[in-house]
């Protein structure tokens, strides 16, 4: 049995464990496709804030895929190239930052970077 008020102290009777409503936009689950959240990191019209978000969504959600093209489009900004670069850094992505420094290079400034990240990845 649960206690009558386990709830009341936080103000709503829906916060609850395995409820997700929280408000913040870096924490709530997104319900968008990975295609918006290209579109999100690509549209020079949005903030900078909703551009990383959108990364770190395809990051959140394993797009290697999709990383790997935002880090290949040379005319996306640099820093998000490079944000979607460090996303690919994960276990389930090394195969794909592996094909960014040996099979295809993305050469320039972002190539050491990337080789730089597939160290690190293969130590751990």
């Known amino acids: ?7 009341s102290s936080h103000g709503s009777s829906n916060a609850g464990p395995g409820i997700i409503g929280v408000d913040r936009e870096s924490t ?8 918006e959240c290209i579109d999100r990191a690509l549209d020079e019209s949005a903030d900078g804030e909703t551009r990383s978000a959108a ?16 880090v290949r489009r ?5 820093q998000y190239r490079r944000q979607a670069l460090e996303a690919l850094a994960t276990p389930q992505c090394d195969s794909t930052l ?6 295809d290079p993305i050469g320039g400034s972002l190539q050491d970077d990337a080789a730089a990240l597939l160290e690190t990845v293969e130590g751990n």
């Open 98 to 103: 592996r094909e960014l420094v040996e099979e």
């Open 1 to 7: 049995m649960f206690p009558a008020n386990s709830s």
């Open 74 to 78: 040379e005319s996306l900004d640099e």
């Open 28 to 35: 709530r689950m997104s319900s968008r496709t990975p295609q």
């Open 55 to 70: 990364i770190h969504e395809l990051k959140t959600a394993n797009e290697c895929d999709e990383l790997e093209a935002l």
